[in-house]
């Protein structure tokens, strides 16, 4: 073992560590070196987003005391931050083993250190924390999930007074305090009860109010109310309130898949809790067969991304991913404000850079403005910030299964999402439509627009490495074609540069450099390159569009779609690395 490995071992055998901890470590020095090496070889990494890893002993892992000292890194850069009064911090958390008791290890730690501290007296999805650090005017938030990670992993999510996620340059900022935490001797642990406030039943109540202002068509609700829709939470914090927020909605007929309905961090009936699998969905799925549903709904453990199965025209049940879903979302919105005569130029939704250009598509059709950002919830969440009492935020989306409407949650939000999503399947009925439908009226009008997301793994140093020269090659060396079809243009993110490869002029890309390449081609085409920021992979997005002639061609046009996007991923040689 190295030099730091071993000094990090030292000092949890030798400091103020509890002994089950000291025990663990001594079995792994008799048994299991390769496991102690992995849980010492460094500190776990607080990023822009926070913690995330495997729970257990060590630096290298999620426990109270990795938490304590990220929480006194915290402390440390709001007492310097906020200054006129007592700092206050919202804190929620979700189903995951242990995630109760690193909330409380949180909230003894700011409580220590002066800062009021308003603890969630159970579990509660994470937009609703969002909700509440703006609702307690509170300067930030914390909130312990892993999100759809397996159930060996929980994780740390740090928020601003915003009710957004860390950006610049608070992120850096908290992360350089972080940093600064070395021993467990700089971390206060003495617990000030009096700068403790439970709170829970008073903010789903304000919480659930809020929502319920953005239904467009409680009319059509009320006519549809037997809608029959099948909800899952994945065992998850949504069983705690997304079933109200459906009733309050005016759903009436909403059926739980019981089985997942029980909060367990160790979701004993999935492989992963993650609505982008379809496997997530098999249980509700088989439910809505049998019940012949209208809708089937399923959230993440922490309730911010929402998966989504409707019919499609054969009455079979088809799983919808994300951009399907916001082009929906935002169809929907954007029509009704349109038909309303509610759209003055002052309107608009904002997509990641990686989701699809259908929405833009919408935006332009409905005279309505649509802004890019990078890829993260974070960076829509500082776009609404921005443009707040400006502009009229519509909605918001990405590609990975995460919705808003609205602008008093700053995060996705699988709970007003899947109230949206309930309204806009009534909406459709009133019209002797589905959603499956609806989609297909989008694609008649604006073209056809068909993804695929591709993620290549590469672990360790040498991964690290073949990711860096994979774009370097990419940005120095980029192809003039692609399946014989021009490259047009190519948006460097990292360069901030867009080039117009038609009359080889450049434009300055206003974001902020992010290491993003995005090659676009002659038929509209885009392919988007990226490395994971929180995973050792590099990920490729495609994108593709053709014209739908008519609904009868669906089928038909899915296939050409579906190999013309194997064409490209073939012709770019990633079928084989």
């Known amino acids: 073992m190295d030099d730091k490995t071993q000094r990090n071992i030292a000092i949890w055998l030798e400091g103020q560590y509890d002994e089950e901890s000291k025990a663990c470590i001594r079995h792994w020095q008799k048994t299991d070196k390769t496991a102690l090496e992995d849980a010492f070889y460094r500190d776990l990494e607080f990023g822009t987003g926070g913690l995330r890893g495997i729970m257990g002993t060590g630096t290298n892992r999620m426990n109270k005391y990795t938490v304590a000292m ?21 804190i929620a958390y979700d189903s995951r083993n242990n995630s109760r008791f690193f909330s409380e290890v949180a909230a003894d730690v700011l409580s220590a250190n002066g800062i009021m501290t308003f603890l969630f007296d159970d579990i509660r999805p994470t937009p609703e924390l969002s909700f509440a650090v703006r609702h307690l005017d509170c300067d930030g938030g914390i909130v312990i999930t892993a999100s759809h990670n397996p159930k060996e992993y929980n994780g740390y999510k740090v928020y601003w007074s915003d009710g957004g996620q860390l950006v610049p340059p608070h992120d850096e900022n908290v992360i350089e305090e972080v940093r600064k935490i070395q021993t467990l001797a700089e971390v206060n642990f003495n617990r ?8 829970g039943q008073e903010i789903d109540d304000v919480y659930l109010s809020r929502l319920k202002s953005l239904s467009l068509h409680p009319d059509v609700i009320k006519k549809h109310s037997r809608l029959t829709i099948v909800y899952s939470p994945l065992h998850g914090t949504g069983t705690k309130i997304i079933p109200r927020a459906l009733s309050a909605f005016g759903f009436e007929n909403v059926c739980l898949v019981k089985e997942q309905a029980v909060a367990d961090g160790n979701f004993p009936t999935l492989i992963s809790p993650n609505p982008e699998e379809p496997e997530a969905l098999y249980m509700a799925i088989e439910q809505a067969k049998r019940l012949d549903a209208d809708l089937v709904m399923a959230t993440d453990p922490d309730a911010d991304r929402t998966g989504v199965a409707v019919k499609n025209d054969k009455g079979e049940f088809v799983l919808l991913n994300g951009n399907m879903i916001i082009a929906i979302i935002a169809w929907y919105i954007c029509k009704t404000k349109q038909q309303e005569g509610k759209i003055n130029g002052k309107q608009y939704i904002v997509k990641t850079i990686v989701t699809s250009e259908l929405l833009t598509e919408i935006a332009n059709d409905c005279n309505v403005k649509i802004y890019d950002v990078l890829t993260g919830f974070k960076y829509i969440a500082e776009k609404i910030k921005d443009l707040e009492d400006k502009e009229e935020f519509l909605c918001a989306g990405e590609e990975s299964y995460g919705y808003l409407t609205g602008d008093f949650v700053r995060d996705k939000d699988a709970v007003i999402s899947c109230c949206i999503i309930a309204e806009i399947a009534a909406w459709a009925k009133e019209q002797g439509k589905s959603l499956f439908s609806v989609l297909t009226d989008i694609y008649l009008h604006l073209g056809y627009y068909k993804e695929r997301l591709l993620s290549l793994t590469r672990e360790g140093q040498n991964g690290a490495e073949e990711i860096r020269q994979m774009m370097e090659n990419y940005r120095t060396n980029p192809p003039e074609s692609i399946c014989g079809i021009k490259l047009v243009g190519i948006k460097d993110y990292k360069l901030s540069e ?18 993003v390449l995005q090659f676009f081609l002659e038929d509209e085409s885009k392919i988007t390159i990226r490395p994971s920021g929180t995973e050792p992979k590099i990920k490729f997005y ?3 569009k053709t014209t739908l002639p008519n609904p009868e061609a669906m089928d038909q046009t899915t296939v050409l ?13 990633l079928n084989h690395v």
């Not at 000030?192 to 709170?199: A, E, K, M, P, T």
């Not at 002029?505 to 902020?512: A, D, G, V």
Request: glycine share 4%; aromatic share 4%; hydrophobic share 40%.
């Open 498 to 515: 867009a080039k117009n490869l038609i009359d080889n002029t450049t434009e300055k890309i206003t974001l902020p450099s992010s290491d």
């Open 542 to 544: 495609f994108s593709v």
């Open 70 to 90: 990220a929480t006194q890194g915290l402390a440390n850069y709001l007492r310097q931050v906020v200054k006129e009064k007592t700092p206050k911090v919202a």
């Open 192 to 199: 000030n009860g009096d700068l403790i406030d439970y709170i």
């Open 561 to 573: 779609l579906d190999q013309k996007l194997d064409a490209i991923i073939d012709d770019m040689n």
